[in-house]
């Protein structure tokens, strides 16, 4: 399965995705991207440690706060620049993350390769939002 086969099982199957480097600047991807899934239906939980709340939406500072308030990891949509985004989709996998996807531009192939190893739904390279919009949900 190619990484475009993957996100379009990703956005037909999972609906909790945890956006890693949310922005509260409605210019940047990390703020646009997170805005439009939830106007399609997603559930969007923000995780920016410079942040408290979002529009109405409790902000974590890292995942494992958001694993310790008893949300269940589905995607993990990691806006970080490549050299920190992989150790927090190892930090997702570790906490049982479904999916992870590094949005376009990043890439980890040592994620990548963990993510194959524990049967975890992987994706780089790519934005959620090109994509949903591709497969037309």
Known sequence: MNYRERAKKILETL?????V???KNPEK???????????????VIPV????EEYSGLKVYPDL???VADGIE???VDIF??????????LK?????????????????????????EKGVLYVEDLCMFEEHRRISL
């Open 80 to 89: 970080r620049p490549s050299e920190e985004a992989e150790s927090v989709a």
């Open 92 to 116: 997702a996998i570790e906490l049982g993350a479904k999916a992870v996807w590094l949005q376009k531009g990043i890439t980890s192939e040592k994620a990548a390769k963990v993510a194959a």
């Open 21 to 23: 480097g949310f922005s």
């Open 29 to 43: 991807a990390a703020n646009y991207v997170p805005t439009y899934l939830i106007e399609k239906g997603y559930r």
């Open 15 to 19: 609906n909790r995705v945890i956006v």
């Open 73 to 75: 990891l589905e995607v």
């Open 64 to 66: 494992e706060s958001v």
């Open 48 to 51: 920016n440690p410079s942040m």
